[in-house]
């Protein structure tokens, strides 16, 4: 089956660094995408890991385990408006382009 | 103007009544897809289609129907819409020429309430 989890909520500090971490385990793989979704609004892509390792984008990086079935996402100097909902998604095997969505990480910054 | 839009935005309707959410792109993408959104549950994938020709169904496209009228416009329909069908409803499009590093980009959402 295919199944992807991540932690319901998370709560950090402003300025602060945090780490939102998701596990997975699909039928295929080509790529695990993180998104960010502000309250009622559109996800929005952040990033996109294929291989194993960091990728870094500014203050944000997604690391990826291919093996250990694992990925994060860090945060860091943690801003106001980076309370949002983070999602993981797989993208399926094979040419569909089909993503698989975690339930969502929503992460509340406070001052 | 935005690249990805769906309408309407809101709706409120009555159990037993057809409505269309229309999603329109300027991206040039060929693929486009419909999705909902449920506290707790994610995004889940209701049809996804590659082109006017090629449309499949998703994991929970029972009691959902689409139509893709043209490369820029895919349209969902609730044949006879029931309460648990209230959900915030996202059209994503994406290219296949990227690659593997294709990425799903999504429209404003339309929240539906069915009474």
Redesign the interface.
């Known amino acids: 089956g295919q199944n992807i989890d991540q932690p ?1 909520e998370m709560t950090a500090t402003e300025g602060a660094i945090v780490q939102i971490n998701c596990t997975y385990q699909t039928s295929g793989f ?2 695990l ?1 993180w998104y960010q979704q502000h309250a ?6 952040l990033s ?1 890991n ?1 291989l194993d390792g960091l990728e870094e984008k500014g203050r944000f990086s997604s690391f990826l385990s291919r093996s250990k079935g694992y990925s994060y996402l860090l945060l860091k100097e943690l801003q106001m408006k980076d309370s949002a909902s983070y ?1 993981c ?1 797989v ?1 399926d095997g094979g040419n ?4 698989i ?4 990480t929503t992460l509340q910054v406070k001052p | 103007d935005a690249d990805v839009t769906q309408t309407p935005r809101n709706r409120i309707t009555k159990t037993g009544k057809r409505i269309m959410l229309e999603c329109s792109q300027t991206k040039g993408h060929d693929r486009m897809y419909w999705y909902r959104q449920d506290p707790g549950l994610g995004l889940r994938l209701i049809y996804y289609s590659f082109d006017v020709k090629d449309i499949n169904k998703g994991e929970i496209s029972d009691g959902y129907s689409v139509s893709r009228q043209a490369q820029a416009k895919f349209s969902l329909s609730l044949e006879s819409a029931i309460p648990n069908q209230t959900a915030l409803y996202f059209c994503a499009t994406s290219d296949f020429r990227t690659g593997y590093q294709e990425t799903q980009y999504f429209g404003p959402g339309t929240r539906l309430l069915v009474l």
């Open positions: 319901t080509n790529g995408f009622g609004e559109a996800p929005t892509f996109y294929v999602l998604a993208r569909t382009g089909k993503l969505f975690g339930q969502g």
